[in-house]
């Protein structure tokens, strides 16, 4: 028997149990791996308050690294030892060992620890294909980019000075500010204290940006539209704020024939080669570094509760990790 979190129904964090399992044997084309530690995204909260649904009772949690302890039949790129991590699902990364498919694992080199590895799956791989794929940014350009002081946009803010990107950081405090800055913003907005929308316009002698970043979802879809030049891209990867409101395809057209997208890192990372691909970039940005991964928290697994309420409560600045 392990431990793990299990949710029986939806709701506050108080829905996390943290529970004895039984882990078993991996299956044809899984394996079992022994977490050293898990990340935590905001996405968990999504799974846990019932916004993304999933079948109860469930677990949670998308991202992890350790050490693979048993292979089952048919899998041929792992072995018993291999460092290794994922993002993605199935949910269940909130555990001390766990059962899971194969094809989501990616080899870890030696030179990243389990700490950072587990800090960064999912956020480093969610930047590399917003900035490199999603909307491949060029040197030159200057990008909105929100929630800059956040786990995935420290590691933007990082990664988009590195392209040569001038970077305008949204925030929701001076510290977070500070940290923004730190990170490659070369101007940060205090959302709280100024119009963001009026700033990026002077910022940008009027003409917008040609892409937003936006996490932040529905307090500020429609100014980041009004942040963009023509035919500029709104991307929208999260709904911190709750989910975008419905809203007529004209606004696109009003405002300068914009671009809307909504992308997920599975549709990105959807092969084996577009996984390796993804995540050998990150590495190797990691490794150069050029893109320094900041986990600000760690808290133990039992303790997950505070963790979500810490995320929910906007407390929480670069990567947070759970240790089993």
């Not at 905001?42 to 649904?53: M, N, Q």
Request: proline share 5%; charged share 20%.
């Amino acid at each position: 028997m392990t431990k793990a979190i299990r949710m029986f129904k939806t709701g506050g964090p108080e829905v996390m149990e943290y529970v004895d399992v039984e882990v078993g044997d991996p299956g044809p084309g899984e394996v079992r791996i022994r977490h050293a530690a898990v990340g935590l995204n905001f996405i968990d909260v999504y799974f846990r308050i019932g916004l993304y649904p999933q079948p109860l009772p469930s677990g949670l949690g998308q991202e992890g690294a350790g050490t693979i302890e048993a292979v089952g039949a048919g899998v041929a790129d792992f072995k018993v030892g291999d460092r290794v991590a994922y993002a993605g699902r199935p949910n269940g990364a909130y555990a001390e060992a766990r059962v899971m498919p194969a094809d989501i694992l990616v080899k870890l080199p030696d030179s990243i620890s389990f700490d950072t590895a587990a800090a960064m799956m999912l956020q480093g791989m969610t930047v590399q294909y917003l900035l490199r794929q999603t909307y491949p940014l060029k040197g030159g350009e200057t990008i909105l980019l929100h929630a800059a002081a956040g786990g995935i946009g420290l590691i933007a803010s990082q990664w988009a000075r590195a392209l040569g990107v001038t970077v305008i950081g949204t925030v929701s405090t001076d510290e977070k500010a500070a940290l923004a800055k730190a990170a490659g913003c070369t101007h940060v907005i205090n959302y709280k204290t100024e119009n963001f929308v009026e700033r990026v316009k002077e910022l940008t002698n009027g003409k917008g940006v040609p892409v937003v970043y936006d996490s932040i979802g529905k307090d500020t879809f429609i100014g980041s539209l009004d942040c963009l030049s023509p035919r500029g891209m709104m991307v929208s990867f999260g709904n911190a704020s709750g989910p975008v409101s419905p809203f007529g395809v004209s606004e696109l057209a009003s405002r300068g024939s914009l671009f809307l997208t909504r992308p997920s890192l599975g549709n990105y990372v959807a092969t084996r080669e577009a996984l390796n691909a993804t995540a050998g970039d990150l590495f190797a940005m990691v490794e150069a570094k050029k893109v320094n991964i900041d986990i600000n928290q760690r808290y133990a697994l039992k303790d997950v509760g505070q963790a979500h309420a810490d995320l929910e409560a906007r407390k929480t600045t670069g990567s947070t990790i759970l240790i089993p």
